[in-house]
């Protein structure tokens, strides 16, 4: 009888007002104030100079290290440092990392996380790069995560990433991010002479091996343009050809962020996935103005793009160690591997990551009544088929935006077409409970992602009180 009711309510106000209740959802701008948009840009500048510098995990790991940092978060080195409204910093091999501030309560009894990934598709080079072909050194590489291949031709790129070398010593690069830097770019063949390609597929436009960027082209003495790339690379960075084996150097896009639209509504960058979420995350924590009743952590992890994998990705033990690591140092003595298995099941958790945006060009490809559009608030993702968090999870988490008015919306891919996932399987399968939050993004996975200011900003309300709800 109840669930009539409600069926019958739910037509009747379908009725009365001519429309579904999302039809009726309007842009989060129109419910802007002056004051709230002087404040949302001045977050977007940090968010995008932050974007800027952060083109890897590992440059994103350094800035967001130096973030907390500043802001009193110190590494953690023993056990007497947990302690209530203690301000914590893990660091996973500079790819990953855990930020924590010690709640109130034990954190058995509860943990609010927020988990997010800041690496990105982007082209990484080969053990032995170098070659010469047609006048010119290249770089042999491997693409990193789903990229749409053609997307990455005839753009400036950049070099950046760590040299390891023997004697233990490691060696930051970064080429090409500066005004002033040279870049390199993957060159297209000429429209005049390239009707033999052009009955290649969407997909197939540029193969697998044929991404490697132009890399110098000046030979030396010897006639080798490899020796003068090298002799450029071991006078600036003091590394030979060998060294490279232990190298991992990735070829981004050196675009800087720019405002998008008239408006200036929009902001465009490379890595918006998932480097919006993990900034957010972190931002939101450093600013809570006072000890959450539960412990908060913000988790940021490596390799999503590539399945999770590696001792950085999210299917490490990582984050159960940390688990431990606190739960250890406030059980005492009565501290057991049930401890922490009690700690992680108690644990509320977003896992938040981008998602696609209803696209203004190719409406066609999203369910228009399930798609998430930018500029409407993020998005609690249902992706079906088991993937999504239970009722009553997601029940608490409605509430929690209603309650301080966040605009909100859902995003669910339309059946049969693809899809994505994110970190929350790894953190469920440890008895978490998990929900995917994000916000829509237009262009993903390529060289420019397209985000909604007012999206990043509501993302940022949602998280800041996620942290300290109750």
């Not at 233990?168 to 297209?188: F, W």
Request: charged share 25%.
């Amino acid at each position: 009888m109840n669930t009539i009711l409600i069926i019958l309510c739910f037509f009747t106000f379908v009725n009365l007002h001519g429309q579904s209740i999302w039809n009726a959802k309007r842009s989060s701008w129109q419910g802007i104030e002056q004051k709230d948009r002087t404040a949302i840009d001045m977050y977007i500048k940090d968010y995008t100079a932050y974007l800027d510098v952060a083109r890897t995990e590992l440059s994103s790991t350094r800035e967001l290290m130096a973030l907390m940092k500043s802001n009193g978060f110190a590494l953690y080195t023993e056990k007497s440092q947990i302690k209530k409204g203690a301000k914590l910093l893990f660091n996973n091999r500079d790819r990953a990392l855990i930020a924590v501030i010690i709640g109130d309560e034990a954190i058995m009894k509860g943990s609010r996380l927020i988990g997010a990934h800041h690496d990105s598709p982007r082209i990484d080079i080969k053990a032995r790069p170098l070659y010469e072909q047609e006048g010119f050194a290249l770089f042999q590489t491997i693409y990193y995560g789903g990229i749409k291949k053609y997307q990455w031709l005839n753009i400036p790129l950049m070099l950046s990433g760590r040299i390891d070398k023997k004697d233990g010593t490691t060696i930051q690069v970064e080429i090409g991010r500066k005004s002033d830097d040279p870049v390199i770019i993957i060159p297209d063949a000429a429209p005049h002479v390239d009707s033999p390609l052009r009955k290649r597929e969407y997909t197939g436009v540029m193969e697998g091996e044929e991404m490697d960027p132009i890399i110098g082209s000046i030979p030396d003495q010897k006639n080798s343009i490899i020796n003068t790339v090298m002799n450029i690379l071991s006078t600036s960075y003091n590394c030979s050809e060998e060294d490279l084996v232990s190298a991992e150097l990735h070829i981004t896009p050196a675009l800087s962020p720019r405002d998008i639209g008239l408006d200036r509504s929009l902001i465009g960058s490379y890595g918006q996935d998932d480097r919006s979420c993990s900034y957010v995350a972190i931002r939101s924590l450093i600013e809570l103005d006072k000890s959450p009743t539960y412990t908060a952590l913000a988790y940021i992890v490596d390799n999503e793009e590539t399945g999770n994998v590696n001792n950085t990705g999210a299917s490490s033990s990582f984050l159960n160690k940390i688990y431990g690591i606190i739960a250890e140092a406030q059980a005492g003595q009565t501290f057991s591997e049930n401890t922490t298995r009690t700690a992680l099941s108690q644990a509320k958790v977003i896992s938040a990551d981008a998602n696609d945006g209803i696209s203004p060009l190719f409406p066609g490809l999203s369910e228009r009544t399930n798609a998430a559009k930018l500029g409407f608030g993020p998005s609690i993702k249902r992706y079906g088929r088991s993937f999504d968090a239970n009722s009553e999870f997601t029940a608490w988490m409605r509430n929690i935006l209603d309650k301080k008015s966040i605009p909100w919306q859902t995003a669910s891919y339309k059946v049969e077409t693809g899809g994505g996932g994110t970190i929350g399987g790894q953190m469920s399968k440890e008895d978490m409970e998990v929900i995917d939050i994000g916000i829509p993004l237009l262009s993903m996975h390529s060289p420019f992602e397209i985000a909604s200011k007012v999206d990043i900003w509501n993302l940022h309300r949602l998280f800041t009180e996620f942290y300290i709800a109750q």
